[in-house]
């Protein structure tokens, strides 16, 4: 009786002076530094991840993980190959490489999951994941243009660039395609080249030039360019848009339209030009030059025409110098009217004409030759 009441009254003071018996440490433990990361959709995030023993018996483990999102893949290599188990030596480690494929289609926000390590002695441990979606998930085709509005005149060439997005999970073969307005001409380029088509690999993006003219005789006006990059299973479409100001076209010639007139060789003769503003949009700083015969000159009254409004004309006189040693002939002198935009020519055809002067001069001679003649048969005609 004595012996349990002292049995008891030890048991009683070994619990109140608060003696435990320690606790065992975990043989296992997964280490990696960077468990929490930031990612877009479609990533691929590689975890270097360290499982140690801290005991001194092998341990061989398995792996699996914990709330790892429906859709989200991932592989457990070591050494380049994909493994099931892994033994580690007593006190030892060995190295793991976790990677997880987020899908394209998944939605912002924060995602927390584990990875499990179970070993056969039926110990396990886990190591706690983050990762941060940092914008909006999709499945598609994107299509988006840096720049989509262009501003120029009818005889302009206008550059686009585009760029195409395969937000899927497989290589896309897409054919491009556009629906411009009837006389334009488009042309897709990259890489220097004109392509019809361009192939993507999953959730890769690629840059595409476009070239768009319009039609000689466009008029001026706001045109839209539908574009299109299209696959058997998906597509995407953007709209390109080319202003036009207007089509800039210029003609010189006369008011009666006549691109002839004679000349005295040594002589002056004033003509009067016409230049007209065939097109849409006004014409500014137009010079007035001519390229004429050797020794020939010619001067405008007014050499720069400020500006001219479509439509309309103005009225020039240029003054042609022969020179004074020309020859009776045709000659040829060519005008021109120079705009930044445009330009114009007109050929003359000039005809010379000796001097009235030289007419008489040659009548002189003429009888002067015929006097002396007449004097010499007078005289020695009867011997």
């Known amino acids: 009786m004595r012996k349990k009441v002292l049995v008891l009254l030890l048991a ?20 990696t530094p960077y468990t929490g990361v930031s990612v877009t959709p479609g990533e691929t995030v590689n975890y270097s991840v360290e499982l140690i023993n801290n005991s001194s018996s092998i341990q061989t483990t398995t792996f699996d993980t914990s709330n790892l999102p429906k859709d989200w893949n991932y592989t457990i ?19 793991i490489n976790f990677e997880v494929q987020v899908p394209l289609k998944v939605e912002k926000g924060k995602y927390q999951f584990k990875l499990i390590a179970q070993a056969n002695s039926g110990e396990s441990t886990s190591l706690p994941f983050l990762i941060n979606i940092t914008e909006q998930g999709t499945f598609k085709t994107e299509l988006e243009a840096e720049q989509p509005n262009m501003e120029g005149h009818a005889g302009s060439t206008f550059s686009y660039q585009v760029t195409l997005k395969n937000r899927t999970a497989d290589e896309q073969h897409y054919a491009l395609s556009s629906a411009a307005p ?11 080249n004109n392509i019809t088509s361009a192939t993507l690999e999953p959730n890769s993006t690629k840059d595409i030039d476009i070239e768009i003219k319009p039609p000689e005789k ?3 006006d706001t045109y839209k360019i539908p574009i299109k990059a299209a696959t058997n299973a998906t597509s995407a479409s953007t709209e390109l848009e080319a202003v036009i100001t207007g089509n800039y076209e210029i003609k010189l010639s006369t008011p009666s339209g006549k691109l002839n007139t004679d000349i005295t060789a040594g002589r002056e003769k004033t ?3 016409q230049i007209t503003n065939s097109g849409t949009a006004p014409l500014r700083q137009i010079e007035l030059d001519g390229e004429m015969p050797p020794n020939w000159d010619i001067t405008f009254e007014q050499k720069t025409i400020q500006k001219i409004e479509p439509g309309q004309s103005e009225k020039v006189k240029a003054t042609i110098k022969a020179d004074k040693d020309a020859i009776a002939g045709d000659y040829v002198a060519v005008l021109k009217a120079t705009a930044p935009e445009a330009s114009s020519e007109a050929t003359f055809r000039i005809s010379v004409e000796t001097s009235v ?6 009548v002189l001679i003429i009888l002067a030759v015929l006097a002396g003649m007449y004097y010499l048969f007078k005289k020695y005609g009867r011997r």
């Open 357 to 362: 002067l030289w007419g008489f001069v040659g």
């Open 271 to 273: 003509i009067e030009l």
């Open 182 to 192: 009837k006389g334009w001409d488009v042309q897709f380029k990259a890489d220097g």
């Open 218 to 220: 466009v008029k001026a």
């Open 12 to 31: 009683l003071f070994v619990g109140g002076i608060g003696i435990h018996t320690p606790a065992l440490a975990a043989s296992l433990t997964l280490f």
């Open 77 to 95: 290599t070591s050494d380049g190959r994909e493994i099931e188990q892994l033994s580690v030596k007593g006190n030892d480690s060995q190295e």
